[in-house]
């Protein structure tokens, strides 16, 4: 029998999730308390998916297909009935998740596992005092995840190790690439990480170090390609005859000083004004939509190269 | 008339450079104090010239041609004859350097300019002696270069704004992309953003929150396939309706409140083996250099990849 999966609110991250879920073959209900929002969702999934398609992105299903397995549904309730799986995009804000967990978790079955998308909120402020709190975590995509495969999946500290467990292979079997943030952490992992490497960029344009278009080369002509195909440790691993720890004595050093020196960065208005300027003397605002297209063309079309290369 | 590079030291790097100016049509002067040194040079381009041939890496020229246009000079007078800039290569030692230096500086025709590829050493620590220390710099390149176009340029307080406007424009002719370092710092720029990022993720290690494969898999399947594409603050400015000022409104305090919690990186050897055993897990030492030629392979893919997308 084919799993359900329960996707909870149709704005941008639910219409993205529903079609990672879909496309993987899971039958997919999505509810939105607006029949609009609904809606929506269907007319740009139907859409999105014929583009996917031609990058060999629907893991082997054809539009339709994929496009059957979405059913709307009425009522959080139908939403949920026979859900092994929810996956919330509710608004952003800790009340309202407080109350729409408390309202799934008396309606779940009692083996369904509810999860957030939050960016932010960790799942302890939002389901402590319920019955089912062992069920929830957060599973928190990048946008758009039927482009981008990692999910951080964060339990709280009462979520079952069962639970997450479940959800990995769960995400493994929707093609994602799950990383279980092991406790919760202001930013969770990956946005921890891009707040590291921005923090430094700005710092080193407010000291006159370097302008913002060849701070961004050094990244997307340098640094990027490889984070494109290995991770950061794999990357020093391979930057030493003697791996990691041949890295670490070798540069150890140079870690210590550059730290000394990062001072915490100061997000004057003049700072944020120089780099905003620098962006729009490139891409003025009016632009950006058209801008966010290309980048998700260009996600695309990534992806579907890398599926074309061997990991090994 | 086909302008002349000298490649000065024929190791890895200088290798890797002959490439890049050769396949971009310069006529390379390639000099190293060893014989051998220079013979296996040669050996190794004319074995990777017809794999970038196959990738359409090499600007349009056949390998044949591009061989062709590489020489060894039996001395490093000869190799400086005619160049109008040099790219050194020797030892990563400062007094290594200058000793160099001081010699190519009495060498070289007086419009010449003169280039280190160090990655660490600032060109104010082995120039300000000479006579011609106007006419010298620091060019850092990524390894290998024939792979990865960014080039940092860092000049010393004494360099000539001529001399970096000059090296600016050679390296785009070569087809690399050239990021100016504005002032000396440790790292230049692009060791600096890499610093920051590997430090928090030591950090995310140290403090039980991720594991080492789950941090690479957030880079690797998040954040690295944006930075492939664009650089980090083009990617802020896409992830908020009003650009750079509207995203750092709604996420300053959180990038404040992550720093607060960025203390100092302390690299334990317990931490560094940690990170150490967990590649090992996966890729034994002895397979590091054909993981190497696997990375190696993976750029140029990606190379070509990128080549065939619009920018825009």
């Not at 999505?30 to 999934?45: C, G, K, P, T, V």
């Not at 959080?76 to 859900?83: Q, T, V």
């Not at 467990?165 to 202001?186: C, N, Q």
Request: charged share 20%; with cysteine.
């Amino acid at each position: 029998m084919t799993d359900r999966i329960a996707v909870v609110g149709a704005g941008l991250i639910g219409r993205a999730w529903s079609i990672v879920f879909a496309r993987a073959g899971f039958a997919v209900s999505l509810f939105d308390s607006s029949q609009e929002a609904a809606s929506n969702a269907l007319l740009f999934i139907s859409a999105r998916l014929p583009e996917l398609h031609a990058e060999g992105l629907l893991m082997g299903s054809a539009p339709d297909a994929v496009m059957q397995r979405i059913s709307l549904a009425p009522t959080l309730e139908a939403a949920l009935d026979g859900a092994i799986y929810v996956q919330e995009n509710g608004p952003e804000r800790a009340d309202a998740k407080t109350a729409l967990f408390a309202r799934m978790d008396d309606i779940a079955p009692k083996s369904t596992i509810l999860a957030s998308s939050t960016s932010g909120i960790p799942a302890s402020v939002f389901t402590e005092p319920l019955r089912g709190r062992a069920r929830c975590l957060v599973s928190h995509p990048v946008n758009p995840p039927y482009l981008v495969p990692v999910v951080e999946l964060c339990p709280s500290p009462w979520t079952a190790a069962d639970v997450v467990a479940r959800t990995r292979d769960l995400m493994t079997r929707a093609g994602m690439v799950p990383a279980t943030i092991k406790r919760e952490v202001t930013g969770f992992v990956l946005n921890r990480l891009q707040i590291a490497l921005v923090a430094e960029a700005f710092r080193l344009v407010a000291d006159g170090v370097v302008s913002p278009e060849d701070c961004d080369a050094t990244i997307k002509h340098g640094l990027g390609l490889r984070w494109a195909i290995m991770g950061p440790f794999e990357t020093i691993d391979l930057n030493a005859p003697g791996g990691v720890e041949d890295y670490c004595a070798r540069y150890g050093g140079l870690y210590a000083q550059v730290q000394a020196e990062q001072t915490p960065l100061d997000l004057t208005p003049e700072l944020v004004a120089d780099v905003h300027d620098a962006m729009r003397a490139h891409l003025p605002l009016a632009d950006q939509p058209a801008r966010q297209e290309w980048r998700d063309r260009r996600l695309m079309a990534l992806l579907a190269h890398k599926a074309t290369q061997l990991e090994k």
